[in-house]
Structures are given as C-alpha cells and as structure tokens.
C-alpha cells in the first residue's frame, strides 16, 4: 500500500518534471527564434535596401592621420559634414534628417536639414549633430566605417589617405544605397576602382 | 576525501581518539557526500573551454574573408548560433548536468553577439555600440533561467553594466539615460534572490554578492545627466541601501569577506561622508538643483528602499541591533537638504557623524572579536583627524602629537583586544 503510494507520487513527480523540460524547451525555442530573427532582419533590411534602394557617391575627406589605425575596418570621413543655418537650437547627439539631391557630377549633395522626418519624395539619411559654431550645425553620418580582410585593411588605409591628399578632385568616394531610413555603404572607390582591387595593384 | 584528512584520522584512530569504526564511518560519510556533489571543476573548465572555442570561432570569422561571397560570410554568420542553440536546445531537451547547461551557455551567448556583429561587419554597419550591447543582453537574458546558468547571469550582469556605461557615461555626444539597464537588474535580480535564499554559502553567490553592488555603483553612474551635485545624495543612499541589504537577516550566516553589500556599503557610506567633512564641497553646493528631475526621484525611490530595508531588519531583530552606519544615509540626507545652507554647521555635523562612525566599528569589532572591523574603525578616525590637518593652521608639534596619540591608539585597542580574545578563549 504504502510503496503503491509512493510510486504513485513518484511517477506524478517524473511526469511534471517532463512537462517541465517540455515548457522549458518550448519558451528556449522562441528565444532561439529571437536570436536568429535579430541577425536575420538585418541582413534583410540590408539586402533590400542594396536591391532597391537608390545609390549615392559621397565625397570622402582625409582622415586625421593621427587617427590610431584601427583594427580591420577604415575609418571614413566625409565632406558633407555640416550645413548652413541661423538655426541655433540643435543640440548635440540628436538626431536630423539630411535630405540629398545629386550635383552636376553626380556626388550626394544637401537640399535641406530638418529635425523631423518631412512629407517629400527626396531620399534622405539620418545623421547626428556633433555641434554647432559659426552658423554651421556639424553633423557625422552614420556610415564610416568599412570593413576589410585584415591583412588588406592597413594597406587600404594607407591608400586611403593618400588618394585623398591627391590633388585630383573626387577621386575617393563611398558609395551608399538609400532606401526610406535605410543607408547601406556598399564600397568605398579610389579612382573608380573598388578599395580592395585598388590595394591588390 | 584529501589525503591529508585520512592521515589526519589514522592519527585520532592511533591517538584512540575514536574508533576505527568511528574512523571509517567519517570517511565513508565524506565520500558519499562527495559523490553527490557535481564535479565543479568539471564545470570552470567546461565554461572556459566554450569560452575559448567560442571566441576562436569568432576570431576566424572576423577575419573577413574577401574570397568569400556575401552570401557565404552571410551563411558562416549564422553557424555559431546555429551550433550553441542545438547544444543548448540538447542540454534542456535531456535535462543534463549542470556542466552541460553552464558550458552550453555560455558558448551561446558568445555565438549570439557574434552574429549579430557579423553580419554588421558584412554590411558595414557603423552602429552603435550601446544598441548593440543592448539587443545582445535582451537576447541573452531569458538562457539565464532556462538554463539556469549562473555563467550566463555573470555575463549579462557583465554585459548590461558595459551598457550603462557606454551609453549614459562614455557618449559625450548624447545625454541619453540606459534605462533597459534597469531591467537587465530586475531580471537577474530573481535568480539571484533565489541563490540567496538557497544556497546562501556557495561561491558563486559570494561573487554576484560582490559583482552586483560593483555593477549597481557604476551603472548609477550612468543616470546622472545635469544635476550632478545629487549625485552625491543618490550614491550615499544607494551605499545605504548596500549596508542594509547585507544586515538583512540572510546573510548573517556568511562571513563579513564574503559579504559583498556590506563592506561596499560601509566603504561607500565612510568615503562619501568623508569628503563631506572639508568645507569646500558644502560651499560649492549652491542651492542649484531641481526638485523636479530624474537625479531626484531616483533619490527619493531608493530612499524608500532604504528605509523599508531598515524598517524588515528593525522588525525582524529589533531596533537594538540596528547600527549607525544602517541610518547614516537618512542622517545626510538632513544635512544635505536642511542643513547645507550653512555649510560651517554642517561640516561640523559630517565630522561629528563620521567620528562617530569611526567609534561605532570601533565597538561592533571589538563586540564580535574581530580585528578586521576593529582596525577599520580606527582607520577611519585616524583618517579623519589626518584631514583635519589639511584645513586648520596647527603648529607641527601638535600634529606630530596627534599622530603619536593616533598610533598610540591602535597599539593599544589592538593589545586590548588581544587580551580579550585570550581571556575569552580561556573561559
């Protein structure tokens, strides 16, 4: 009697410890699925954004050659780096819309600023104040870094530097797809040649 | 069971201290317990193997092969994920040994980090590295309880004081508060709770009772923006909160070292209280603040944590056993709100409070026989008066007579508390 009764709670016990793991196991897969979904939806947002998103040149600027080198990515910088206005209220770290046009050699060129999103058609990036001196708002995109193999990323860094002293006007630039609030840097150009085929010459 | 201890009982067995029955009832009992235990050992080196394998993997990965397509780095992104879900997915599935679900874990929450990072390398994502941080410990934090790893409690800890850090300390360029700090806090504190009440003498609760108040003093930090003078309010009461959570009754049964809300809160509270006790910060605290901002209310919501600490401990043990250093917070909130105006009277107050203090470890060392807190408490007084020195005009004969009686002192607290312990060992 008393042995049936405690298999009895034996067995009650081993089946609530199976629908224990069975629970665990349910919640682990849905945080597995969230693991893969976060990676996922970047690499979709991404991809689109190359696929339909519109491409842009932006002129890139000599880094400060005290810039410690940095690892396996270089560090861009670009010329559209601020914008004129009487508009003093920007506070630094916040973020703006610049919206683009091209000119008439076909690099990215500001139409207009703006601290909210506006009801036009332009593309547009987002980008953040740094600060404000002189009537200037400076800002700094969001796109400058890019990454090399490691063993090609000094050389194009090297590279870099130097294409950007030249006196040759735009000859580095980065090229950017756009699409909505989306900005992908695809490649980065030295003399219309990609950075990595330029370093292996 | 060590050699040592088996040497140990053959001797009382040869001294016929005990029996030789006796003698192989003790080492069986040892064994047997022994047995029961996980090999913990086992468990460091499986953590540390994941740890390594698992950033080698990353490491390789990081390289960026420029052969590879974008599809196939795209695809290589994933497989450390891919691999950590199915051991740790196996390890829940099997219910196995706590080595496999520590191990497993924290391969995973590696493997997590590293492909979001990837595929952000891929596409050259710029990012931000508080978002990061911040979306990696989201996705980590739940493995905690379902796996119930204590690895992967530290790392989030870990990870989430990096974030408060990065985004409220470290960005000049943006004044933005890490809040999700918070819920990293409130979802590790359950599992710590747990540990607590539990098992309230393991290592691994003596180091989450040393590296959560750490990551709290930082992340406190972090929610300071432009009312910086209560910053100094928001610390004390936060020490406050330390030193009263470790009195609260469960961790009486841990020695003082492994108590780590105690000591940072009695360290926190005697450093703070002591810069207070130059004039030069009372004087510089003009009446700037405002009521009406987040410095405050943080303030006001752990002060009320506080004092219902205090309050369980008065309840449950009985206002006699409450010491000064439990209610030095309330007492420097009245200097800094009602008293700060004046700043002479209340330096005088802050000396008057810390010397006390001082006297008060003094008192509890030599009550518990503990030289450790005793000589603490002189610390603090000897401190105190050597401050007193920067900011008075005495002749060098008086301070080197002072320093005389100050040395005098621990020589002879010290004897005396030698004797006691002798006299007491003796009855």
């Not at chain 1, 914008?83 to 630094?92: A, C, I, L, N, P």
């Not at chain 1, 796109?143 to 090609?152: G, H, Q, R």
């Not at chain 2, 590696?110 to 994502?125: K, M, R």
């Not at chain 2, 910053?231 to 609260?248: A, D």
Request: a positive charge; glycine letters at 6%.
């Amino acid at each position: 009697m008393i042995i049936g009764k405690f298999y009895l709670t034996l067995e009650k016990k081993l089946k609530y410890n199976k629908m224990k793991i069975i629970y665990l196991f349910i919640l682990f897969v849905i945080v597995a699925l969230a693991q893969i979904f976060v990676p996922l939806h970047m690499i979709v947002d991404k991809e689109d954004t190359l696929m339909s998103g519109v491409a842009y040149k932006f002129k890139t600027r000599p880094i400060d050659p005290t810039d410690p080198f940095r690892g396996k990515y270089i560090t861009l910088q670009y010329e559209m780096d601020h914008f004129e206005t009487k508009d003093s209220t920007y506070v630094v770290g916040e973020e703006i819309y610049i919206y683009l046009k091209n000119d008439e050699q076909g690099f990215a060129e500001i139409s207009q600023i703006s601290k909210e999103a506006l009801e036009i058609s332009k593309d547009y990036v987002t980008a953040r104040v740094s600060y404000y001196y002189d009537n200037k708002v400076n800002f700094y995109l969001p796109f400058n870094t890019f990454y090399m193999e490691e063993t090609k990323a000094y050389d194009a860094e090297v590279a870099y530097t130097k294409a950007n002293r030249d006196s040759l006007p735009a000859n580095v630039y980065a090229l950017v797809y756009i699409k909505e609030d989306k900005a992908v840097l695809k490649d980065v150009y030295i003399n219309d040649t990609p950075i990595q085929e330029y370093v292996e010459k | 069971m060590s050699l040592k201890f088996q040497k140990e009982l053959q001797q009382l067995v040869a001294d016929q201290v005990i029996s030789e029955d006796i003698s192989n009832k003790i080492s069986e009992y040892y064994d047997q317990k022994r047995r029961k235990q996980p090999n913990k050992l086992f468990t460091i080196f499986g953590i540390f193997g994941s740890l390594l394998i698992g950033s080698g993997i990353i490491l390789m990965l990081a390289h960026n092969w420029d052969d590879f397509s974008r599809m196939t780095k795209t695809i290589l992104a994933f497989v450390p994920l891919l691999l950590g879900q199915l051991i740790a997915g196996y390890a829940i599935l099997k219910d196995k040994s706590r080595t496999w679900k520590e191990a497993s874990g924290t391969f995973l929450f590696f493997a997590v980090g590293a492909s979001i990072s990837l595929v952000s390398q891929i596409y050259n994502i710029s990012g931000d590295l508080g978002d990061f941080l911040k979306t990696w410990t989201l996705l980590c934090l739940p493995l905690l309880y379902l796996l119930r790893s204590h690895a992967v409690g530290l790392l989030v800890i870990l990870l989430g004081t990096y974030y408060a850090a990065e985004v409220g300390i470290w960005s000049y360029r943006s004044n933005n508060t890490p809040w999700f700090y918070v819920l990293f806090v409130l979802g590790v504190l359950p599992h710590y709770w747990f540990q607590v009440r539990k098992h309230i003498t393991a290592n691994t609760t003596t180091i989450f009772n040393w590296i959560l108040p750490a990551s709290f003093m930082v992340g406190l930090g972090a929610f300071i923006s432009n009312n910086s003078e209560l910053g100094f309010v928001m610390y004390v009461t936060l020490f406050g909160i330390f030193y009263n959570i470790g009195k609260l009754p469960a961790f009486q049964k841990i020695r003082t070292l492994r108590n780590g809300f105690l000591i940072l809160g009695s360290l926190g509270t005697i450093i703070l209280l002591m810069i207070f006790t130059f004039k030069w910060p009372w004087e510089e605290l003009i009446d700037t603040w405002v009521y009406h901002s987040q410095e405050f209310y943080i303030s006001c919501f752990f002060g009320v944590i506080a004092v219902l600490l205090l309050c369980y401990t008065i309840i449950k043990k009985g206002v006699q056993f409450v010491n000064l250093f439990q209610v030095s917070f309330i007492l420097f909130w009245m200097l800094f709100f009602l008293v700060a105006a004046n700043p002479f009277i209340a330096m005088i107050c802050t000396n008057i409070l810390v010397f006390i203090l001082g006297i008060t470890a003094i008192k509890i060392g030599s009550d518990k026989l503990n030289f450790g807190i005793l000589n603490y408490g002189l610390l603090i007084v000897s401190i105190l008066i050597i401050c007193r020195f920067f900011d008075t005009d005495m002749s060098f004969v008086i301070r080197g007579l002072l320093f005389v009686i100050v040395g005098a002192g621990f020589f002879f607290t010290n004897y005396l508390m030698l004797k006691k312990q002798r006299k007491s060992q003796t009855m």
